[in-house]
């Protein structure tokens, strides 16, 4: 079935430091979509990109929709404490089923 | 604005029990899917539903899983005769009905115990 491979699994970063995180299968998706899950909630949806090389921001934060379709990054700059958290891509299929990445978690040491 | 609501947060089953698990969608979404996830794991789509209607179900189990969006009221997952690996956490997400669904929001999840 179509997966959708999210790296890194973890990173353990300095408050302050730039994030970055990627998402790639071999399927092509319509739709990249980036989460974030804090601990007992669930997903908060982080952006929405819609057009292949679509370039969008919310805040300190930057996804890219990959050329190819297959693949998508998140930035986030400057992180700071609440940044804490599971990052999910996820991804909507040509039949429109959405698939999710298993989730970069994101620790900020003190 | 109420956001997505799910009910119970915790929901603990004895093997052999039923499992009932409820998503009221938000305000003028008329579309509900159903997720489950595994510890350390990403989110696994389930079942698709419109009101009244399954639209997808070809991520739910054949036996013993089932859910329902009546007209009235909110949906409902149901899980016959529980066992252990049935314990996860399931989300439930909606979406506007003129919208794809990639503009869903997830509720806070039912945690589900089985003993």
């Known amino acids: 079935g179509q997966q959708l491979n999210q790296s890194p699994q973890s990173m353990f970063i300095q408050e302050g430091e730039d994030v970055s995180m990627n998402c790639t299968s071999s399927?092509?998706?319509?739709?990249w979509l980036w989460y974030k899950q804090d601990p007992g909630e669930g997903p908060v949806l982080l952006i929405a990109l819609y057009k292949a090389g679509e370039l969008t921001s919310n805040g300190r934060l930057t996804a890219q929709f990959g050329i190819t379709r297959k693949d998508s990054f998140l930035n986030i700059s400057a992180s700071i404490p609440s940044d804490v958290g599971i990052y999910f891509c996820a991804g909507q299929t040509l039949d429109d089923k959405i698939i999710f990445g298993k989730g970069t978690r994101l620790h900020i040491l003190p | 604005n109420a956001g997505v609501m799910q009910n119970p947060r915790h929901l603990v089953r004895r093997r052999g029990q039923e499992a009932r698990l409820r998503c009221s969608p938000m305000k003028g979404h008329s579309h509900v899917y159903w997720y489950r996830q595994l510890p350390e794991e990403g989110l696994k789509f389930m079942v698709y539903l419109q009101k009244e209607n399954i639209i997808d179900e070809s991520g739910m189990p054949k036996e013993r899983f089932s859910a329902e969006f009546p007209k009235e009221g909110p949906s409902i997952l149901r899980i016959q005769q529980v066992v252990r690996g049935d314990s996860a956490a399931y989300f439930c997400?909606?979406?506007?009905?003129?919208?794809?669904?990639?503009?869903?929001?997830f509720g806070p999840g039912t945690r589900l115990t089985v003993t």
């Open positions: 997400a909606s979406s506007p009905s003129d919208q794809g669904p990639h503009e869903q929001y």
């Open positions: 399927s092509i998706f319509n739709t």
